[in-house]
């Protein structure tokens, strides 16, 4: 069954402490695997694409990495402003067409 | 670029009524839609997807009868939530696509806060 697990559920830094979110992927054929940030209240903001192994995106604080079975989001020096909650969804083949498969999500709070 | 709007931001209805909401790709065909429910804390729930010009594939446990989605066009779906009930009160959201070839990459709309009073 295609799964997506993300760790960990929430996930308080101070302000400038760097670290990782885990987004671990069980799935058939994957088209492939998104970030998205989403503020209360507000809909995803797409963040990130990875294709293929080995790929790594960047977009200031953030770097997102893919191996075949997961996928990690950088935080470097994080501020008060990236706090927000972080979604994984992977694209996967479905009966001819395709769906995604979102994760649960990691609350980041990042503290002044 | 890739903006997807949607109309009401929040609503409020009756218990029995019907309510409709709007999802629009501002800037680009969407030849696949799709709708969401989010309750607090959790993660995005896919309810159906909406192909222009086709029947919507519902997803298991979600009841077609109440939740109407119709794709008029390359720019438009609209999710009807007919005889709303409290338990229907959520925040629903819905994404686009572009045609296949171009992305992959989801783009979301704002969000529909639904309270059922």
């Known amino acids: 069954e295609d799964q997506v697990t993300q760790s960990p559920e929430a996930l308080r830094l101070q302000e400038g402490e760097s670290s990782s979110l885990n987004c671990s992927y069980t799935v058939s054929g994957l088209r492939g695997l998104f970030w998205y940030r989403q503020d209360p209240g507000k809909g995803p903001e797409f963040l990130f694409t990875?294709?293929?192994a080995g790929e790594e995106k960047e977009k200031e604080r953030l770097k997102a990495t893919l191996t075949k079975k997961e996928s990690f989001l950088h935080i470097t020096a994080p501020k008060p402003e990236d706090s927000a909650t972080y979604l994984c969804a992977v694209q996967a083949p479905r009966s001819g067409t395709y769906k995604y498969i979102f994760g649960t999500g990691t609350r980041l709070k990042v503290l002044a | 670029g890739a903006v997807v709007s949607q109309h009401p931001s929040w609503v409020i209805c009756k218990s029995g009524t019907s309510v409709k909401i709007e999802c629009r790709s501002l800037d680009f065909q969407a030849t696949t839609m799709f709708w969401y429910r989010q309750f607090p804390k959790q993660s995005l729930m896919l309810m159906a997807t909406?192909?222009?010009?086709?029947?919507?594939?519902?997803e298991q446990g979600v009841e077609k009868d109440k939740f109407l989605i119709n794709h008029a066009s390359l720019t438009l779906s609209t999710l009807t939530v007919t005889s709303a009930h409290p338990e229907d009160s959520s925040f629903y959201i819905c994404?686009?696509?572009?045609?296949?070839?171009?992305?992959?990459?989801?783009?979301f709309g704002p969000g529909t806060r639904l309270t059922v009073t």
């Open positions: 909406s192909n222009e010009g086709s029947k919507a594939t519902y």
């Open positions: 990875l294709y293929s």
């Open positions: 994404s686009a696509s572009p045609p296949s070839g171009y992305s992959y990459e989801q783009y």
